[in-house]
């Protein structure tokens, strides 16, 4: 055992796509690439461990020798680019004509572009750099590909990240020889077109979370209203009324009571354009017809929104835990002693608060449970070990189970206060009786979807039945075998 661990960790045996040891090939394909930042580290290390024999190119290969693996051979550019079919330049824009020394021997062979660009770049350059790079080098074949990959993915391998890469090029022979060396590597290539479609790739790693812009405005909108009327409710009326300040319930107390009415709304907002769907197709007879745009997008960003809805129960769960050790609780609870003991009752007990608050807690922590659980699956690492019914279960199927215990949990908190009229400040209804309102009508939709003149009704449309078309047929005898067919 010391022999072994005395011996280099990466020295003509290295790390390959599974994460195992395995012996370079003799007769390995040969890559160059020209760079020796650290994304062309990573990715000399990702194509020896896929079996790749790797030539790294730099401007001085003595000083950046040790900083990659040894089974790869590190020498002056243009050494580096002599037998190599495939040459990847690793280098920013700026150093492209730093190459055109190189231009008779690169002449023929295939450059893969995998620099990005910043926002400014991007914005003052009206050509990508793979065209740019094209336009230096005529007579080689650019394609463009690597680029939304980080040095991290690379090195660590494509196990429960990203693994599409986008690839373009003018010439079809260059893209298939690309595209089986991003196989090998344990990725999965994606054919973007021709070249020109070099600035919509550079531009996709340029996009902070472009699906959650719209479902973040959103839930940042949610929080300001309601936190807004809560503060109205809670803080302002007592101070205008009373003259009592209550402005220390901003940091915590609002901001908890905000919270959990944002994730109802949003849990609420997740299946709410499915019923909207349904309702078209009801009408339209047929699911053929597209929906409206907007609907379209609200469809898929129903992931979004139910994460968001999650994180803010989780806070709102832990803000409830928090609670206790505040110090205005222990105040309340000092002063409603002292009130007690001032009243001479020794025995403070309301039967009918404590069930109310033990349905609620239970309520509550079986909604965020199944929410949980929601969340959890939609991980890319979890939805893709589930089958098409067992996703569809968990995400429809219990995604109402938790909408239905999250009114439950509403309705018991509120309990009879919504026809109290202490409760109405400035004439403002309770802050649960708002959040009530689509929650409540996307759960009665739904139950109206369950009778059997529109589920029967629905069924065949999601079949492929068209109330005007040439498609006519009849759903099997047995209902319950119908309900169970895919809805396409």
Not at 102 to 123: M, R
Not at 170 to 178: E, G, L, S, T, Y
Not at 195 to 218: D, I
Not at 279 to 296: E, H, I, N
């Amino acid at each position: 055992m010391s022999g072994e661990m005395d011996k280099p960790l990466i020295s003509r045996r290295l790390v390959d796509s599974d994460g195992s040891l395995a012996e370079t090939p003799s007769e390995a394909p040969k890559v160059g690439i020209l760079g020796s930042g650290d994304f062309a580290r990573s990715l000399v290390t990702r194509l020896v461990g896929s079996g790749f024999s790797v030539v790294v190119g730099s401007r001085n290969p003595k000083r950046t020798a040790g900083l990659f693996p040894s089974a790869a051979q590190v020498t002056f550019q243009a050494e580096a680019v002599d037998s190599p079919d495939v040459i990847f330049v690793a280098m920013f824009r700026e150093h492209y004509s730093s190459l055109c020394g190189l231009s008779d021997q690169l002449a023929g062979k295939i450059l893969v572009d995998v620099s990005n660009p910043t926002e400014q770049e991007h914005l003052r350059h009206r050509e990508s750099n793979a065209e740019y790079l094209a336009s230096l080098f005529p007579a080689c074949t650019v394609v463009k590909a690597f680029n939304v990959i980080s040095a991290w993915t690379l090195q660590s391998g494509p196990r429960d990240g990203n693994r599409q890469v986008p690839i373009c090029s003018d010439h079809p022979d260059a893209k298939r020889a690309v595209s089986e060396m991003v196989q090998a590597m344990g990725f999965m290539p994606v054919d973007m077109g021709s070249l020109v479609s070099a600035r919509e790739v550079e531009a996709m790693p340029l996009r902070l979370l472009p699906g959650w812009k719209v479902p973040a405005l959103l839930a940042l909108g949610l929080f300001i209203f309601f936190y807004v009327y809560n503060f109205v409710r809670d803080v302002l009326q007592p101070y205008v009324r009373d003259g009592k300040s209550k402005f220390y319930k901003l940091p915590v107390s609002v901001v908890n009571t905000t919270l959990p009415c944002v994730a109802y709304v949003l849990l609420s907002l997740v299946y709410l354009p499915g019923v909207l769907a349904a309702a078209l197709q009801l009408r339209r007879g047929t699911k053929y017809r597209r929906f409206p745009d907007w609907l379209d997008h609200w469809l898929q960003h129903r992931k979004q929104i139910g994460l968001l809805s999650f994180f803010c129960a989780a806070l709102h769960a832990l803000y409830s835990f928090c609670l206790p050790l505040s110090r205005v609780n222990r105040y309340e609870v000092v002063n409603l002693a002292l009130k007690q003991v001032l009243a001479n009752k020794s025995h403070l007990w309301i039967e009918e608060e404590v069930w109310r608050m033990e349905i609620y807690l239970s309520l509550g922590v079986l909604a965020l449970g199944t929410l949980s659980l929601l969340a959890v699956t939609s991980l890319p690492s979890i939805a893709n070990s589930l089958n098409w019914r067992e996703f569809s279960f968990v995400q429809s199927t219990l995604g109402f189970v938790a909408l239905v215990l999250s009114t439950l949990h509403t309705l018991t908190y509120g309990w009879t206060r919504a026809f109290e009229d202490s409760h109405y400040k400035f004439y403002l209804p309770p802050t649960f009786t708002l959040t009530l309102l689509v929650p409540c009508v996307v759960i009665l939709a739904k139950g109206l979807f369950l009778l059997p003149c529109f589920s029967r009704r629905l069924s065949k449309i999601r079949r492929g039945w068209e109330k005007d078309g040439g498609v006519k047929f009849t759903l099997p005898m047995d209902h319950a075998l119908a309900q169970k067919t895919s809805h396409v």
